[in-house]
């Protein structure tokens, strides 16, 4: 374990940041990390993969980050979990839940070609079998059978306003599945808004936890929602429409 520590240069910091998510990666998860911090790096030379690229960075923002927002799965049951990462990019949150959970099956969705074709290189090299890179957008495939009400989890992190995310990632669950979003300011007009719009998506707002990141001590929010009920079939609307005229504003209804 400790000589994938020193190659990623975090020392000590890491070792107490991941007792922080009540979870500790095995050596084995550990060098895929690393493997996982190479590859982006190596990509960030040829696309434009994040910003982040330092070691304490790429851990704090990118690896406690996404696992932040599934800790109570980190070291819950071990029964199979069918997630879905909405607008993915580089594979965030999805492939390091992917890695942490290894009965989860993730499929990383993205609507960018170039997103998707990174991926698809990445996830062989990880040795990753429970990861599916998946392009498309959600407003089509949540409509489409062999997605639709199937998940038993949706992560989104950095893609839409809550009130989106929450018609994007609803009708993707099963009922009683699990839309973790991830947040970085949370506002009360924004947790009003958002639960005027899950209403009629089958949804209910479980909770949101407040939390800080470990090293830079930045604040963070993860809202989890809950599916009650099936969607209504009108849900997703068409391709741009839920970005457009987003539920719970007076243009959504016209
Ligand atoms: C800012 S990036 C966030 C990437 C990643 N989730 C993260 O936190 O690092 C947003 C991504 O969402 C994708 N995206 C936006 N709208 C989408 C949609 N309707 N369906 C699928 N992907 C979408 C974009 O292509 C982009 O790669």
Redesign the pocket.
Known sequence: MTIVLEELGLGEIQSEGWETLGWIPSDRQLQIFNVLYEQILAGNQRLNL?RITDPVGFWEK?LWD?LRGVAPWLSGDKLPLRVI??????????IPIAIAIPQAEVTL????GK?IAFLQTLVPRLGLENAIPYL????A?AQQSDHRQTYDLVV?????AATVAAE?SLPLLKIGGVAVL?RGQWTPQEQQDLENAIAPLGGKLDSVEAFVTPVTESVRHCVYLRKIKPTPDRFPRP??I??QKPLGSPESNS
């Open positions: 994040t990118h996404s990462d909405i607008g993915t990019g580089a594979g965030f949150p999805g969705l993205d609507s960018t997103k498309g957008r959600v407003e495939i989104l992190r950095a893609v839409a994007y991830y391709v741009g839920p970005t």
